[in-house]
T-cell receptor, first 115, second 110 residues
Framework: EPEVTQTPSHQVTQMGQEVILRCVPI?????FYWYRQILGQKVEFLVS????????KSEIFDDQFSVERPDGSNFTLKIRSTKLEDSAMYFC?????????????FGQGTRLTVV | RKEVEQDPGPFNVPEGATVAFNCTYS??????FFWYRQDCRKEPKLLMS???SGNEDGRFTAQLNRASQYISLLIRDSKLSDSATYLC???????????FGTGTRLTVIP
């Protein structure tokens, strides 16, 4: 069964450092997303990406964040200068045709710990 | 105001019990509704979509009341494997991103 894969599964970084979280969406999917979940809290939308550009982003997705699809398979989330409060589980997701009526498949997540 | 609100629980029920979860959403422009399931420290996985007419999938029944902006999930004959957090999810009209509730934690006890 096709799946969304994320690497690494766990990343520890020092405050102020840059991190890149990587995702390989399902190959025929067209919409890609990043969500985050701070421990004990709800899953929060960060950004959606379609046709090689950001289609929507939340207030959380400020100038410290960027996304890129550098080739035909990878979808990355970069945090330029990490803060302690960026510690969370980051989930990548993809679906075939946007939100309406189509299932979004989530990767297993990258646990980011900022120390 | 929260987009999606759920009772966080926890709900502790014996095997075989029937349990119901409720969810309310604030934006009347919401167009698509889902229940996702999340196991501890795992990714959310789609349990079922929620349709206006209500829908059933085995032991699971979902209902939508657009007038009251209310969604429900009923689980019959609970199994130990149903223990998880159940996430109410909404998509607004014209949007693609999912709005998640905080989730309702269910523990099924032997």
């Amino acid at each position: 069964e096709p799946e969304v894969t994320q690497t690494p599964s766990h990343q520890v970084t020092q405050m102020g450092q840059e991190v890149i979280l990587r995702c390989v969406p399902i190959s025929n999917h067209l919409y890609f997303y990043w969500y985050r979940q701070i421990l004990g809290q709800k899953v929060e939308f960060l950004v959606s990406f379609y046709n090689n550009e950001i289609s929507e982003k939340s207030e959380i997705f400020d100038d410290q964040f960027s996304v890129e699809r550098p080739d035909g398979s990878n979808f990355t989330l970069k945090i330029r200068s990490t803060k302690l409060e960026d510690s969370a589980m980051y989930f990548c997701a993809s679906n075939l045709a946007g939100g309406v009526g189509t299932e979004a498949f989530f990767g297993q997540g990258t646990r980011l710990t900022v120390v | 105001r929260k987009e999606v609100e759920q009772d966080p629980g926890p709900f502790n029920v014996p095997e075989g019990a029937t349990v119901a979860f409720n969810c309310t959403y604030s934006n009347s422009a919401s167009q698509s509704f889902f229940w996702y399931r999340q196991d501890c420290r795992k990714e959310p996985k789609l349990l079922m979509s929620v349709y206006s007419s209500g829908n059933e999938d085995g032991r699971f029944t979902a209902q939508l009341n657009r007038a009251s902006q209310y969604i429900s999930l009923l689980i019959r004959d609970s199994k130990l494997s149903d223990s998880a957090t159940y996430l109410c999810v909404v998509i607004l009209t014209g949007a693609n991103n999912l709005f998640f509730g905080t989730g309702t934690r269910l523990t099924v006890i032997p």
